[in-house]
């Protein structure tokens, strides 16, 4: 029928009203609450912009350090959840173990299947932010076989997260606060961004009334692919299939060919038709983070400072406005941080949370909220009748 618009991938279809985050992805713009990001990025901390998408406002002090003692009193996980992450494979990919175990947090929570009183949905929503870096932090010990590492509380967001990930117990492990504002950076840069396909994913299954971990759990599964929060990994894998700068002609060469589905990864947003101005502060902070690692001769790296050249200055790239991307730094950032390609979507989705568990607050709290229902022009056979399976 024509009754219904037609708008694959919702390029020109505002799903909801939002107070949250605005981006003008023509200027490259991007505000939290009012607040641009380079500014929460460059003076802010990451439990700072929680509370401000959570929140709407700037904490005071007083109630910065609340909120800090909140998120902090929930960072440990159920003893139990622990088997729940030995019944997985070792090999298995650690954001398929995060959208197992996080889902599993709706089993563990059942207080938080009472969506409408207001106090159950922010302690749903400080336990979210909490959890996340310990069970992040899980996924990637259970990788790598290591035993598991408490959360250290007196350490911030960031540097308890790293202290998590990479403290052993039969060494002293001081976390470098360079590497945890890089860390707390790249949280800060990731927290939200709009109705992205994670964050509707999430808003689309809290429509329905459903258990806000669970929702949690769904949003993780979409920010798996590589065309969303998968392309830090796939980022990283391309410049490693890559290999050396002179292979570069080659990939750029298939990257513009219409029959070869191969593109560059790490480039080109939906919404940024501009430098992603997250992108900028994140190719500041991979720069401060080699530096203080001493990283130079690096192939990885020279190749993506080629290929950064290339796209800024190729007429395909700059016709098609296809500019790095925050994945594109990112991915180089975490893997000089230590981290392996198969957790640098499980980082995103730490930072994430926050957005996904603000944007599903909103939603809820919004008195317009109506299940998330959208149509189908239907394009399949008229009515006929069936055919016996002897007639057939
Ligand atoms: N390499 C080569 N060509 C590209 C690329 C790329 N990375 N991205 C887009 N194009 C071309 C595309 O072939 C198309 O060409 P034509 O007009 O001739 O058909 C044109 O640019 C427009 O592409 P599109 O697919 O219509 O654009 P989109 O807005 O649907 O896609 C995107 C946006 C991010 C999915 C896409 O640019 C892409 O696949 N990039 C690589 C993956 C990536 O880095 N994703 C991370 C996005 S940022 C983080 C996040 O949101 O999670």
Redesign the pocket.
């Known amino acids: 029928t024509g009754a219904f618009t037609y708008d694959p ?1 919702f390029t020109s279809t505002a799903s909801c009203e939002s107070e949250i985050t605005y981006i003008d992805g023509d200027e490259g713009v991007l505000l939290h609450r009012g607040y641009p990001i380079e500014q929460l990025a460059e003076q802010g901390d990451f439990l700072e912009v929680c509370y401000l998408l959570l929140y709407g406002e700037l904490p005071t002090r007083t109630q910065k350090e609340d909120f800090d003692l909140r998120v902090t009193r929930h960072t440990m996980v159920h003893e139990q959840l622990g088997w729940f992450f030995r019944g997985f494979r070792r090999d298995a990919h650690p954001m398929a173990v995060m959208c197992g175990v996080v889902g599993a947090l709706s089993a563990f929570y059942h207080d938080s299947t009472d969506i409408s009183d207001p106090q159950q949905r922010m302690i749903a929503s400080i336990r979210l932010i909490a959890k996340m870096p310990t069970i992040a932090a899980m996924a990637y010990k259970y990788h790598v076989g290591q035993p598991f590492v408490y959360p250290k509380n007196e350490l911030n967001f960031a540097a308890n997260f790293l202290h998590m990930c990479f403290a052993v117990p039969c060494e002293d492990y001081k976390v470098n606060p360079i590497l945890a504002r890089a860390m707390e950076r790249i949280f800060i840069l990731h927290a939200d ?1 709009e109705q ?1 396909a994670s964050t509707s994913t999430v808003r689309l299954a809290g429509s329905s009334g459903a258990n806000p971990f669970a929702c949690i759990a769904a949003g993780i599964a979409c920010l798996w692919g ?4 998968g ?1 830090n990994e ?2 990283l894998n391309m410049l490693g299939e890559i290999g050396s700068v002179d292979r570069i002609p080659e990939f750029i060469a298939r ?1 513009k060919d ?1 029959n070869d589905p191969f ?8 919404v940024y038709k501009n430098y992603d101005p997250r992108a900028k502060i994140m190719q500041k902070t991979t720069h401060e983070v080699l530096g203080e690692l001493g990283i130079k001769d690096d192939p990885l790296l020279d190749v993506a400072m080629e290929l950064e050249k290339i796209a800024l200055t190729d007429p395909y790239f700059i016709e ?1 406005k ?1 500019y790095p ?3 594109f730094y990112s991915g180089i950032t975490l893997k000089a941080l230590g981290f392996p390609t198969t957790m640098f979507t499980v980082l995103f989705a730490v930072a994430r949370t926050v957005g996904w568990i603000a944007q599903w607050k909103e939603m809820i709290e919004d008195p317009s909220q109506k299940i998330g229902r959208p149509r189908q022009l239907y394009t399949g056979h008229t009515q006929r009748d069936y055919t016996p399976i002897a007639k057939r």
Do not use: Y
């Open positions: 991938g961004h992205n590589p065309a969303h929060g392309a796939a980022a990257a219409k593109r560059l990864m790490g480039f080109g947003h939906r098609k296809l991307n925050i994945d």
